[in-house]
């Protein structure tokens, strides 16, 4: 079974401060993992990953596999970047092939 | 213009009313999926389909039907047997054919049962 865990539903930050959204994972093949945020009144969408090894925004996320985790991070937050934050997974093998799993989201609030 | 639609916005129901919620993509995409969102719980995968005439029970399926008849078409049925129908709706769609790929989402549906 895949499961993905997001411990924080809410995280409050000050602009310019840095934040880190965490992500953990339970997956017994290869996954790939995602990082999807949803802005006010707009539609959910993808903001990175981590086959890309982008940043987007200002945000990284690394895929550490021993710790089976992917959180995401920015060094300095700014107030733009308010929304909600989904982490999710999709499984390339066996009986999960195709199915795309997300955590229970973050609802990030940065202040002025 | 490509994309992913989903209808209507807003519906109601009574209860114990069978009530069909539409989603189509444009995006030639194979996969299709259904979530529910509550607030404090997020995103829950209701059912997923891969390819025409095969879908998956997801993590929260009870009180739910759909159908795959169409490539392009994955509606969803929220019967009188879901016992709590009141949610926000998403649906969304990805292509298998290419690695790594991104899921897209329609604009949701509401449904309040009143």
């Known amino acids: 079974a895949q499961r993905v865990t997001q411990p924080e539903k809410l995280l409050s930050v000050f602009k310019g401060a840095p934040v880190e959204l965490k992500c953990n994972y339970s997956y017994s093949g290869s996954p790939e993992l995602f990082w999807y945020v949803q802005y006010s009144r707009q539609r959910l969408q993808l903001l990175l990953r981590?086959?890309s090894r982008e940043s987007i925004k200002g945000f990284t996320a690394d895929l550490n596999k021993g710790e089976t985790s992917f959180h995401l991070k920015k060094p300095f937050a700014q107030e733009e970047d308010s929304a909600m934050y989904y982490c999710?997974?999709?499984?390339?093998?066996?009986?999960?092939?195709?199915?795309?799993?997300f955590g229970q989201g973050t609802i990030l609030t940065v202040h002025p | 213009d490509g994309g992913i639609t989903q209808s209507p916005k807003y519906l109601f129901r009574k209860e114990g009313q069978n009530v069909t919620l539409s989603c189509e993509q444009n995006?030639?995409?194979?996969?299709m999926y259904w979530y529910r969102q509550d607030p404090g719980q997020g995103l829950r995968l209701i059912y997923y389909s891969q390819i025409v005439n095969d879908f998956q029970k997801g993590d929260i399926a009870e009180g739910y039907s759909v159908s795959r008849e169409k490539k392009e078409s994955f509606p969803l049925t929220v019967t009188s047997a879901q016992k709590n129908p009141t949610a926000f709706y998403l649906c969304a769609s990805s292509s298998e054919q290419v690695l790594f790929t991104e899921a897209f989402f329609g604009q949701g549906t509401r449904l309040t049962v009143v």
């Open positions: 995006l030639n995409h194979d996969a």
């Open positions: 981590h086959i």
């Open positions: 999710a997974l999709s499984g390339r093998g066996g009986t999960s092939y195709g199915k795309l799993t």
